[in-house]
């Protein structure tokens, strides 16, 4: 979810922009811009269910029971390809 948000903070920035705003703040965002990204993550710490997950994403879901299994298969088909460990 991080770099959901991460995203999201660059492509409203604009990559041209963004890289002239970093230069003149030392590689700081700018105030609204941090803010913004700041806010963002706080919402992370509040998804307190599946749904609330794939929803936060901006994935389609049904119900936690749902959302469960789609995340389950998630986690077999990374597993499958080596994305990661048992």
Request: hydrophobic content about 35%; some cysteine; proline content about 2%.
């Amino acid at each position: 979810m991080f770099f959901l948000h991460l995203f999201d903070t660059i492509q409203k920035a604009g990559n041209q922009p963004l890289a002239k705003t970093l230069d003149a703040n030392y590689g700081c965002l700018d105030r609204k811009l941090e803010n913004e990204f700041q806010q963002k993550l706080f919402s992370i710490i509040k998804v307190e269910s599946y749904t609330d997950y794939l929803k936060t994403l901006g994935l389609p879901v049904e119900n936690d029971a749902q959302s469960h299994i789609k995340i389950v298969q998630a986690f077999k088909n990374s597993r499958s390809k080596g994305y990661h460990g048992e």
